[in-house]
């Protein structure tokens, strides 16, 4: 039986947007097949979940793809990854069926 694979997105504010990618997919990229540069990152896990992130001058915007029984838990892994490298700011994370 297939899951069903929830697609969400999050449009973060911030002047960082570049370096919080590039952060998270090097701290994954042990773990999980990984691909960036310093504006496009993906990075693809077991169990059907993809990270997919693109950086411009004012957000880091998030895509997310993942099971529908594990997609508020996948959310927020990658909302507290990215907010722990942000330590100097406060980020805001809304999350948005696409």
Do not use: N
């Not at 993906?42 to 594990?70: F, G, H, K, Q």
């Not at 490298?85 to 948005?96: G, N, P, S, V």
């Amino acid at each position: 039986m297939s899951q069903t694979v929830i697609l969400s997105t999050c449009r973060v504010a911030t002047a960082h947007a570049s370096r919080y990618l590039q952060q998270l997919c090097k701290h994954w990229a042990h773990k999980f097949e990984v691909e960036f540069d310093a504006s496009r990152g993906r990075i693809a896990m077991p169990e059907d979940r993809t990270v997919t992130l693109a950086a411009t001058p004012e957000a880091l915007e998030i895509r997310l793809e993942a099971p529908e029984e594990t997609t508020a838990h996948m959310r927020h892994i990658v909302d507290s990854h990215i907010a722990r490298f942000a330590f100097r700011e406060e980020l805001a994370f809304d999350w948005q069926p696409a």
